[in-house]
């Protein structure tokens, strides 16, 4: 299983960008699909997790502002960030939790390389 981000870049202070993450492999089901991020110097923090059937939630740095959805068909995931501040730079990590083929119901955590954002002032 593998998970592969797109969508990062630099963008100005106000802007917005979305963040695009598709998992695949030899994929049985996928649950819970997240977003995290890690700014330089900083632990990984959770941005926002989606339930396979469509449950959200969000730190609150960024209620309001980011939005999480998914594509169950396309093993997809994306988080959709607007009004973006420079607090928000960081790498952005897709997170998935996947049941592969074969595995009956044990699940094992995936994450992607990560995406660079930066935001600008």
């Known amino acids: 299983v593998q998970l592969a981000e797109s969508g990062g870049g630099s963008v100005q202070a106000g802007g917005s960008l979305r963040l695009s993450c598709t998992a695949s492999?030899?994929?049985?089901?996928?649950?819970?699909m997240g977003w995290y991020r890690q700014a330089s110097g900083k632990q990984r923090e959770l941005v926002a997790v989606i339930t396979n059937t469509g449950s959200t939630a969000y730190a609150d740095p960024v209620k309001g502002r980011f939005t999480i959805d998914r594509d169950n068909a396309k093993n997809m995931v994306y988080l959709q960030m607007s009004s973006l501040k420079p607090e928000d730079t960081a790498v952005y990590y897709c997170n998935a939790d996947v049941i592969p083929m074969g595995w009956g119901q044990d699940h094992s955590d995936y994450w992607g390389q990560g995406t660079q954002v930066t935001v600008s002032s």
């Open positions: 492999g030899m994929i049985f089901k996928i649950n819970r």
